[in-house]
């Protein structure tokens, strides 16, 4: 249940391989299910096997960008500038900009717009409206590909915070937190000082 919150775009199919690959370094102890994390990610013997789980999450990471990339690719063609007979792969930046957007309307504009910048070589977004500022999709991709792309929440961090606050809270927690420990000085500095004034007197 954790991984389909934690990877909300993966398939069926490769939730249930990290599920498998996850139950391999998992053990029974009474009531509790125990995990061996050492080994779940070892870069030895362990990450060597292919069903190993590290092995695994690297594995569909790497297929989902090649997908994505691929997919954005061909969006991206679809939108070329179908007026211009002679190149229709060559297309303005806001022709660009909009296109990327259609493609992923999840992910944020600023990350959008480094995408452009990185495609089109631009030292910033102002550059995008100079006229004559058009690029074709094949030398856009080259170059877009040469840092990370990925699909906006192809992870969600909340379902950590969630697996964390559902789990019991030690009944010495509170009197071992950070707070309670500042107050802990606090109060023995002030207890110092009382003292001081009473020997003063």
Excluded at 22 to 40: N, P, W
Excluded at 53 to 66: K, T
Aim: hydrophobic share 35%.
């Amino acid at each position: 249940a954790l991984f389909s919150k934690f990877f909300p775009h993966k398939t069926v199919e490769s939730q249930a391989l990290l599920n498998d690959s996850f139950s391999s370094f998992a053990t029974q102890e009474g009531d509790k299910e125990v995990v061996e994390y050492i080994g779940l990610f070892a870069e030895n013997g362990h990450e060597a096997k292919r069903d190993s789980f590290l092995h695994v999450v690297r594995q569909q990471h790497l297929d989902e960008i090649a997908e994505y990339v691929s997919g954005l690719e061909q969006h991206l063609k679809e939108c070329g500038d179908v007026s211009n007979y002679e190149a229709p792969d060559n297309v303005s930046l806001p022709m660009v900009l909009d296109a990327l957007a259609a493609y992923d309307d999840a992910k944020p504009m600023a990350e959008l717009e480094l995408y452009v910048l990185r495609g089109a070589r631009l030292g910033e977004m102002a550059d995008i409206d100079v006229p004559g500022s058009r690029v074709t999709t094949s030398a856009f991709m080259s170059r877009l590909k040469g840092g990370l792309v990925k699909r906006s929440g192809n992870y969600d961090l909340k379902a950590c915070a969630e697996s964390d606050a559902s789990k019991p809270v030690p009944a010495d927690a509170e009197s071992n937190s950070p707070a309670k420990a500042a107050e802990k000085v606090a109060g023995k500095k002030k207890g110092k000082g009382n003292k001081k004034a009473d020997q003063g007197e």
